[in-house]
């Protein structure tokens, strides 16, 4: 039996949540926007990804209510993708993701360390602080290159993360 294009016969609340997030490259750009990527060549330069794909997966997630497209320039007219709330609430979903890759998958090294802004605890599987005892949002967590991470990347963007940052701040690039 062929797998369907959508989920929509079954009665699952994850299901439901794999129409907005479980497209291949999607959960991906969400984990770039808490990056504090925000502009569309800096997604289509850090992913590699085809720009069929890229503009495909930025309409769907603005449709979704999980990114907010903003203007950053009249002239010529240039936008910037924002995560919404909704789209801040998928934090421990990435998180935890991130971790079961380190934990479950051979070979698989931190390519990035979260920390606690404030006290500067590692956080833990959902995005808390251990130390603290308390749930850290997204705009208070430090991202940290990690050892598995090349320390000399070929693009911009990559370069630019490669230093310790806060998330959601946007990136900012060499470019011109």
């Not at 969400?30 to 800096?42: K, M, Q, S, T």
Request: aromatic letters at 6%; hydrophobic letters at 40%; glycine letters at 10%.
């Amino acid at each position: 039996m062929a797998l369907g294009k959508d989920y929509s016969t079954q009665q699952c609340s994850i299901a439901r949540a794999l129409e907005v997030v479980g497209e291949r490259w999607t959960l991906l750009v969400v984990r770039d926007a808490f990056y504090g990527v925000r502009r569309y060549n800096d997604f289509l330069t850090h992913l590699g990804v085809p720009r069929a794909v890229l503009a495909t997966r930025l309409k769907s997630l603005e449709g979704a209510g999980v990114l907010e497209r903003r203007r950053y320039q009249q002239s010529p007219p240039r936008d910037e993708y924002v995560l919404t709330e909704r789209g801040l609430a998928l934090w421990p979903v990435l998180r935890s993701l991130g971790l079961w890759g380190r934990e479950h998958i051979e070979g698989v090294l931190p390519m990035r360390v979260f920390t606690h802004a404030a006290c500067g605890t590692e956080l833990g599987s959902y995005g808390e602080c251990p130390a603290c005892g308390t749930a850290v949002p997204p705009h208070d967590v430090e991202m940290l290159p990690g050892r598995g991470l090349d320390p000399d990347p070929d693009n911009p963007v990559s370069r630019a993360l490669l230093a310790p940052r806060r998330l959601l701040l946007p990136v900012e690039t060499d470019r011109v």
